[in-house]
């Protein structure tokens, strides 16, 4: 028979009823695995989605004002171009400042002008000088002339002597003479006719050039106004001049008209750029209005604003 130790059942192991892997020693009194597990996994749960689910509205709210302002501004600036081209599709009150000092294209383009237009018609009055002489000349030949052959053809109408023959010989030269002057009496009063229709339109051609507005700029600094045609109704001598601060708005009074020039110029449109015809106007106002792009005459463009 076989001996077996009390507690201990036919294997050698722990007492009846006891179960758990051979080889391992059962848990120590008071230990509670179960629980220990649970409370270590609730330690090391992550705090982010609970920070991001809370911040989640606030982000929705942003992006809808930041939509809502994008929009307004795209609407304020449609609005603002409909309104800009509207304006000045109507209106016929601008008018564009324009700063000359002695060194501006401009100024130096009909300085230049000018002078070569003096120029020209120095040569042609001296060209002038110089065939009206040539006609005197001709004059006081023929008269010569004719006295002389007045003189001598009694003389000399049957030549005897060889003094005589000589004086003959003067009077057929005297007559060849005479021919050959009056011959070039024709051509010469043609040219000077011709030549005295190039000094008149020469003449004109200077006084125009004269009273171009850029030569007013030649030895000081001056500041003008381009004034289109279809504007210049508008503009009298002490209209009052307007600039803005914001476009078509903010606008305040900055100087005024203090002369209407004469001869035509062009410039460009402040709004489209087109090359528009039209006169210059001395204007008065402070430096700072003087470099704007546009000012206004007569009231603001906007009335109220």
């Keep these: 028979m076989e001996a077996r130790l009390p507690g201990t059942n036919g294997n050698g192991s722990g007492p009846s009823g006891s179960s758990g892997p051979s080889g391992s020693a059962p848990p120590g009194p008071g230990v509670n695995p179960g629980p220990a ?17 809370a911040l989640q509205p606030t982000i929705v709210k942003l992006y809808k004002v930041a939509g809502l302002i994008a929009l307004t501004a795209i609407l304020v600036g449609l ?51 110089e065939i009206d002489e040539q006609l005197a000349e001709i004059g006081r030949t023929v008269t010569a002339d004719d006295r002389f052959i007045a003189e001598m053809s009694v003389q000399v109408d049957a030549p005897k002597t060889p003094e005589e023959w000589l004086v003959r010989r003067e009077l057929e030269q005297a007559k060849l003479e005479r021919a050959n002057a009056e011959g070039k009496r024709a051509p010469l009063g043609q040219r000077l006719e011709s030549l005295k229709l190039r000094v008149d339109d020469q003449d004109r051609v200077v006084n125009r050039l004269a009273q171009s507005p850029y030569l007013k700029a030649i030895d000081a600094r001056v500041v003008f106004a381009f004034v289109p045609y279809q504007n210049l109704k508008n503009v009298s001598v002490g209209t009052k001049l307007y600039g803005c601060s ?3 708005v903010a606008c305040h009074t900055v100087g005024k008209i203090t002369a209407v020039l004469d001869g035509e110029v062009s410039d460009v449109h402040p709004h489209d750029q087109s090359v528009q015809r039209g ?13 704007e792009t546009v000012l206004f005459a007569g009231s603001k463009p906007l009335w109220l604003f």
């Design 37 to 53: 597990i649970a409370v270590a996994g609730s330690s090391h749960q992550p705090h982010a989605p609970r920070f991001w689910t």
């Design 279 to 291: 006169v210059m106007v001395e204007i008065d106002v402070s430096p700072s209005a003087a470099g």
């Design 79 to 129: 609005i603002s171009f409909l309104v800009v081209n509207v304006f000045y599709f109507f209106d016929h009150s601008w008018v564009r400042p324009v700063v000359l000092s002695p060194t501006h294209q401009r100024v130096v383009e009909a300085s230049n002008l000018l002078a070569d237009a003096k120029l020209r018609q120095a040569n042609l009055a001296t060209e002038k000088l």
């Design 246 to 248: 914001w476009g078509l």
